[in-house]
């Protein structure tokens, strides 16, 4: 065994093997941050595209469009990962610029609220529309 | 402990203002910008499920004069941070560190979100005539 390298190291061998770093998380919130990131790409261009291409915007067109099958199921997806993918990195950014405890830890929880508010809204709306609710 | 100056690493200020730290911060600018486009979109999506009545409210204020301010905002910002963040997720993979590759894809970036953001509006205005 490298003694050497244990001896000079003040990291426990354990947190070592865990390779968790002080946050305890790893590389979790950055490796997620790239996988949504990947995932907007389609999902985003998909969106920009349908809406560009409709022949109008009035409502029964759009609400036609939304309640595809399709339409529905990627613009759900599209909330949900947009919301976590946004929640990731204005967390960082917080995290980043805001140094008192208090503020950082209003702020951080105020966004949680915010992208789970937000998310759960948008999904259920699209729900409606795809399950033909929007006109009872 | 008498309270001694420390060396500090050089702050922001120290640094010579270049593409590249410029791209950086506008990655973050228009990635808060675009989370407050997810409240937009929310907000459109409600109004349809509230019906026509509640659909016409959402669209007279995305298509008044601050809500195409606002949508030609998201828009921009969505095409930086897209191409950008396809430049970051190379640099991620280990892929266009060099420098000149660095400014070029930068510049890339900067231009090309620039031409799409006018490109989606001159067909947006083309066909909504």
């Given at each position: 065994?490298?003694?050497?390298?244990?001896?000079?190291?003040?990291?426990?061998?354990?947190?070592?093997?865990?390779?968790?770093?002080?946050?305890?998380?790893?590389?979790?919130?950055?490796?997620?941050?790239?996988?949504?990131?990947?995932?907007?790409?389609?999902?985003?261009?998909?969106?920009?595209?349908?809406?560009?291409?409709?022949?109008?915007?009035?409502?029964?067109?759009?609400?036609?469009?939304?309640?595809?099958?399709?339409?529905?199921?990627?613009?759900?997806?599209?909330?949900?990962?947009?919301?976590?993918?946004?929640?990731?990195?204005?967390?960082?950014?917080?995290?980043?610029?805001?140094?008192?405890?208090?503020?950082?830890?209003?702020?951080?929880?105020?966004?949680?609220?915010?992208?789970?508010?937000?998310?759960?809204?948008?999904?259920?709306?699209?729900?409606?529309?795809?399950?033909?609710?929007?006109?009872? | 402990?008498?309270?001694?100056?420390?060396?500090?690493?050089?702050?922001?200020?120290?640094?010579?203002?270049?593409i590249s730290n410029t791209l950086s911060i506008l990655h973050r600018?228009?990635?808060?910008?675009?989370?407050?486009?997810?409240?937009?979109?929310?907000?459109?999506?409600?109004?349809?499920?509230?019906?026509?009545?509640?659909?016409?409210?959402?669209?007279?204020?995305?298509?008044?004069?601050?809500?195409?301010?606002?949508?030609?905002?998201?828009?921009?910002?969505?095409?930086?941070?897209?191409?950008n963040?396809?430049?970051h997720?190379?640099?991620?993979?280990?892929?266009?560190?060099?420098?000149?590759?660095?400014?070029?894809?930068?510049?890339?970036?900067?231009?090309?979100?620039?031409?799409?953001?006018?490109?989606?509006?001159?067909?947006?205005?083309?066909?909504?005539?």
């Amino acid at each position: 065994m490298d003694l050497g390298s244990l001896i000079l190291s003040l990291r426990s061998p354990l947190s070592r093997v865990e390779g968790l770093g002080s946050a305890k998380e790893g590389t979790a919130h950055w490796w997620s941050q790239r996988v949504t990131a990947v995932a907007l790409i389609p999902l985003t261009l998909w969106l920009a595209f349908s809406l560009m291409t409709l022949p109008a915007l009035d409502y029964d067109t759009v609400r036609v469009w939304l309640s595809v099958p399709v339409s529905g199921f990627l613009a759900i997806l599209l909330v949900a990962v947009t919301a976590y993918h946004a929640y990731l990195g204005t967390t960082v950014i917080t995290e980043d610029y805001v140094h008192s405890t208090g503020m950082k830890v209003l702020i951080l929880t105020t966004l949680k609220f915010l992208y789970v508010l937000c998310g759960g809204l948008g999904m259920f709306a699209i729900l409606r529309v795809v399950l033909g609710f929007s006109r009872l | 402990m008498p309270a001694r100056a420390r060396p500090l690493s050089p702050h922001l200020e120290i640094y010579r203002w270049q593409i590249s730290n410029t791209l950086s911060i506008l990655h973050r600018v228009t990635g808060a910008i675009l989370a407050v486009g997810l409240i937009a979109l929310s907000f459109w999506l409600v109004s349809i499920a509230g019906g026509p009545d509640s659909y016409a409210v959402a669209m007279r204020f995305f298509r008044g004069a601050v809500g195409i301010f606002f949508l030609i905002g998201w828009s921009f910002a969505f095409y930086f941070h897209l191409l950008n963040g396809v430049r970051h997720l190379f640099w991620d993979a280990g892929r266009g560190f060099e420098k000149a590759q660095r400014h070029a894809s930068g510049w890339f970036a900067v231009a090309g979100s620039v031409i799409l953001t006018l490109g989606t509006w001159i067909w947006i205005w083309g066909h909504s005539s």
